[in-house]
C-alpha cells in the first residue's frame, strides 16, 4: 500500500482497491536483423512505453485494431517475453526483470487464457492432462487428489466430468475455451489475462464464454486483463478501457466514460465503428473513417503516433510524443488536443490534481 | 467408448463421473489392432525375429559347419528342395531344404543366422542414429542458440563421403574394439555406432524442422506461461508431436542399416567372411546368380520383408499415437 501510494502515477488511486498489477513504461522491441551479417538494424516496437494499473477485482479491457501490440502488451505482462524495459509489479513484487526461472514460483499467481482455443491445447493430451498439467508442475498432490481438483476445475468451467479422457479436437470451440479457461484457473491465479478469448468463437458461443469468465471473476474475485478488439463485449465486461493505437495506450478511461464520450480522436474513430443495434440513432451517427493505414511499427512517426491518420492534427502533434496525463478524474489521454497550449494549461493542471485529491479523500472518508 | 446396452441415463451418470482417465496405452493398442497391416507387419516381424533366434536352437546343421573330404564334394552347391518340382534331376536334398552353398555351408542355418547379425544390427543401429537424431534436432529446433553449430554440423557429416569414412574408422578402430569385445562384439559394436553416427542427419533435419513450427504453436506458450521449464515442455510437448517423422525415419533407418553393414561386410570391413549376415549372403552369392537364383532370392527376400514389415508397424504407430487420426 505505502508502495502505491509513494508511486508518482495519479491514476493509482482511482478508488479504495489497491492495484494488483502495475505497469511502468512497458516497452517490448523486437529487433530487426539485416544484411549478411544479420546485424541489428532496428526494432519493431510492438509495445512502446505503456503504463497502466489494474485494480484487484476489475477488469481491464484493453482494446485497438489489430497489429496494435495488445497481445504482446498481454504476453509482456505475464513476461512470457523478456521485455526491452519497463517495470511490472505483481502484488508489489517487481517481475519486470526477473529470469523465467525466477519467475517460476510466481506463475500460479498469474494465468493466460489464449485467442485460439484449438492451438493452445495440445492435440496429443487428454482433457484431464492439459487441465492437470499446471498442477503436476505447482503441486505435489497424489494422482487421486489431482484427478478430483480436475473434476472440480471441470464442473466450475461447465464441462462434463466424462470428457476428462478425451482429446481437444472433439470438443467444439467453446468447449475448448472452457478447457483452457479450466487450465488457467487449476492454481487458483489471482490475475488471468484473457487474450482475445472470444475472437475464434461463434457468436453464439461468445456470450456464454463471457459469461462464464465473469461469473468466475465474481466467484472467485479474480482480476482480468481482457484483450480484445470487440469493443461491444468489451463494453460489458471491463470496467475501465484502455485503447492502444501503435504500441502505446492514447486513452485509458472508466468504460462508461469512454463509451459515452471518448476524447482521443483515435478512440473517437474507433468507437464510431460500434454497431449501433437502434436504427434510428444508427442513422443519425457519424461514422468517422480515418484515411490511410497504420504507420509501421518498426518505423513510427516522429510525434505523436497517430499524428499521421488524425483528423485534428496540429503542428505540435508532429514534433512533440503527447504523454498519458490525466484530463478528467480516473481519465487519461495522450493528446495535444487536451493538454495543448500546454504552457497555459499548466495553471490549471494542479487546479484538476487537487480536485481529484480532494474527492479521493471525500471517498475515503 | 463400448458401454453394454445403456440401461438409463441417470444410473449411467455417477458411475461415468468417477471413472478415472484410461490408459491411454490402452487406447494405442486398440487403435493398433483395427490398423490391419500394421498388424500383419507385426506378425510378420514377430515371426521372422522367432525363426532367427529360436530356429537354430531345432535345426540340424551348423552354420559354419564346412564338410571335408568326400563330403564336401558331395554337399556342395546343393539346390533347395522345391527345384526337384520342374527338374527331377536336380542336387536336392530333404536334409538341406534351401540347399547348400558353394562349400556345403547349409544355407538356411545361414540365413537364421545371418538374420540374427543383421536384425541386432539394424535395430541398434536404427535406434542409435535416431536417438541422436532427435536429440539434435530438437535442440537445434529448440534452443535457438545451439541451432547454427548444430545444424552446421549435420551439414558436415551430411557432405563426408560416407564408404571412404567408414572405410578409415573400421582401420582404425577394428583391433582396439576387437581387443574389448571379442572379434564378433567388436565389429557388432564398430559397425552399430558407425552406422548410427553417419545416419542421423536426416532424422536430425526433419525433426528441427518440425520443433521449429511446434515451439512457434499456442501451447507451447501456454506450457510456459503455466512455468513448465523448458526441459517438460520438449519431452511433453514438443516430442510426441515429431513422433510421426520420427517413425517414418525410424522404419527407413532399419532398412539402410542393414544395406550400409552388407556393403561393408561386402567390401571386406565388416563382419568375418565365415560370419553370415543376410548383407553378405546376397552379395557372396551374386556373381553366381544365373547358375543359383536361390542364394540371392532368399537372403534378398528377408530383407524386404523385414523392411516392409517394419515399415507398416511403423505405420500403424504413427496413427495409433495420434489421437486425431485414433477415434476414427
Not at chain 1, 484473457?194 to 468466475?216: F, G, H, K, T, W
Not at chain 2, 446396452?5 to 490402452?26: D, G, I, K, N
Not at chain 2, 564346412?66 to 564334394?73: A, E, L, Q
Not at chain 2, 532427435?134 to 529448440?142: K, N
Request: charged content about 20%.
Amino acid at each position: 500500500m505505502l508502495d502505491t501510494a509513494a508511486s508518482p502515477a495519479p491514476e493509482a488511486s482511482a478508488g479504495a482497491a489497491r492495484p494488483l498489477v502495475e505497469v511502468r513504461g512497458l516497452k517490448m522491441y523486437f529487433p530487426i536483423h539485416t544484411g549478411l551479417l544479420r546485424r541489428h538494424t532496428g526494432d519493431v516496437k510492438a509495445v512502446d512505453d505503456v503504463s497502466f494499473d489494474i485494480l484487484e477485482g476489475e477488469t481491464l479491457g484493453l482494446v485497438g485494431e489489430s497489429g496494435c501490440g495488445k497481445s504482446t502488451c498481454g504476453r509482456a505482462v505475464l513476461r512470457l517475453y523478456d521485455i526491452t524495459a519497463g517495470s511490472i509489479r505483481l502484488e508489489g513484487r517487481e517481475i519486470g526483470q526477473l529470469s523465467q526461472e525466477a519467475l517460476r514460483p510466481l506463475r500460479p499467481r498469474m494465468q493466460m487464457v489464449f485467442q485460439d482455443p484449438q492451438a493452445s491445447l495440445n492435440p496429443r493430451m487428454t482433457v484431464a492432462s492439459i487441465i492437470g498439467e499446471p498442477l503436476v508442475e505447482h503441486t505435489s498432490m497424489s494422482r487421486a487428489e489431482r484427478l478430483e481438483r480436475i473434476w472440480e476445475l471441470m464442473d466450475a468451467v461447465g464441462l462434463n466430468r466424462d470428457f476428462a479422457n478425451r482429446y481437444p479436437h472433439e470438443f467444439s470451440g467453446g468447449q475448448r475455451q472452457r478447457i483452457g479457461i479450466a487450465r488457467a484457473l487449476a492454481l487458483n491465479p489471482k490475475f488471468i489475462v484473457c487474450d482475445e478469448p472470444i475472437a475464434a468463437l461463434d457468436v453464439s458461443i461468445q456470450a456464454q464464454v463471457v459469461n462464464l469468465l465473469e461469473d468466475l471473476q465474481e466467484q472467485l474475485g479474480l482480476t482480468y486483463l481482457f484483450i480484445s478488439h470487440d469493443l461491444s463485449m468489451v463494453r460489458h465486461i471491463a470496467d475501465r478501457v484502455a485503447v492502444m493505437y501503435l504500441g502505446r495506450i492514447v486513452e485509458l478511461a472508466p468504460r462508461d466514460d469512454l463509451y459515452a464520450e471518448p476524447l482521443h480522436p483515435y478512440a473517437k474513430a474507433l468507437l464510431s465503428a460500434v454497431p449501433e443495434p437502434d436504427p434510428k440513432i444508427a442513422r443519425a451517427a457519424r461514422r468517422i473513417i480515418l484515411k490511410g493505414d497504420v504507420p509501421s511499427p518498426a518505423n513510427p512517426p516522429k510525434g505523436c503516433n497517430f499524428s499521421t491518420r488524425c483528423p485534428r492534427v496540429m503542428e505540435i502533434c508532429r514534433r512533440i510524443d503527447p504523454a498519458l496525463t490525466e484530463v478528467a478524474p480516473g481519465r487519461q489521454v495522450a493528446c495535444h488536443l487536451y493538454t495543448d497550449a500546454s504552457e497555459s494549461a499548466e495553471e490549471t493542471a494542479p487546479e484538476r490534481g487537487e480536485s481529484n485529491d480532494t474527492r479521493q479523500q471525500g471517498e475515503e472518508e | 467408448m463400448t458401454e453394454p446396452a445403456a440401461p438409463s441415463a441417470e444410473t449411467l451418470a455417477p458411475e461415468l463421473a468417477t471413472r478415472p482417465p484410461r490408459s491411454q496405452w490402452r487406447d494405442v493398442w486398440d487403435q493398433f489392432k483395427k490398423h490391419r497391416g500394421a498388424l500383419v507387419g507385426a506378425v510378420i516381424f514377430v515371426s521372422i525375429f522367432a525363426a532367427v533366434f529360436v530356429g537354430p536352437l531345432f535345426y540340424p546343421h551348423d552354420a559354419q559347419y564346412v564338410p571335408t573330404g568326400r563330403d564336401f564334394i558331395r554337399l556342395r552347391d546343393m539346390r533347395p528342395v522345391y527345384v526337384l518340382l520342374w527338374d527331377p534331376g536336380a542336387k536336392a536334398d530333404w536334409s538341406h531344404p534351401l540347399g547348400t552353398d558353394n562349400i556345403g555351408r547349409d544355407a538356411l542355418a545361414r540365413m537364421m543366422m545371418g538374420g540374427q547379425v543383421s536384425l541386432t544390427v539394424g535395430l541398434a543401429a536404427m535406434a542409435l542414429s535416431l536417438l541422436l537424431g532427435t536429440f539434435i534436432g530438437v535442440l537445434a529446433g529448440y534452443f535457438r542458440r545451439l541451432d547454427g553449430p548444430l545444424m552446421r554440423l549435420t551439414d558436415l557429416f551430411l557432405a563426408l563421403p560416407l564408404l571412404p569414412l567408414l572405410l578409415v574408422a573400421v582401420l582404425l578402430f577394428r583391433e582396439p574394439l576387437k581387443a574389448a569385445f571379442g572379434v564378433e562384439g567388436g565389429i557388432f559394436v564398430l559397425i552399430v555406432t558407425l552406422v548410427g553416427i553417419t545416419s542421423w542427419m536426416q532424422t536430425a533435419r526433419i525433426v528441427r524442422g518440425d520443433v521449429l513450427a511446434l515451439k512457434e504453436r499456442e501451447f507451447v506458450l501456454a506450457a510456459r506461461s503455466i512455468g513448465t521449464p523448458s526441459r517438460r515442455i520438449v519431452l511433453r510437448h514438443i516430442l510426441p508431436n515429431v513422433l510421426s517423422p520420427i517413425m517414418v525415419s525410424a522404419t527407413l533407418g532399419i532398412a539402410t542399416a542393414i544395406i550400409t553393414e552388407s556393403a561393408l561386410s561386402f567390401l571386406g570391413f565388416g563382419f568375418p567372411p565365415d560370419f553370415p549376415t543376410w548383407g553378405r549372403l546376397l552379395n557372396d552369392s551374386v556373381d553366381r546368380m544365373t547358375l543359383y537364383p536361390e542364394r540371392v532370392l532368399w537372403p534378398g527376400l528377408a530383407i524386404s520383408i523385414t523392411v516392409l514389415a517394419v515399415n507398416y508397424i511403423g505405420d500403424g504407430l504413427r496413427d495409433a499415437l495420434d489421437p486425431r487420426i485414433r477415434g476414427r
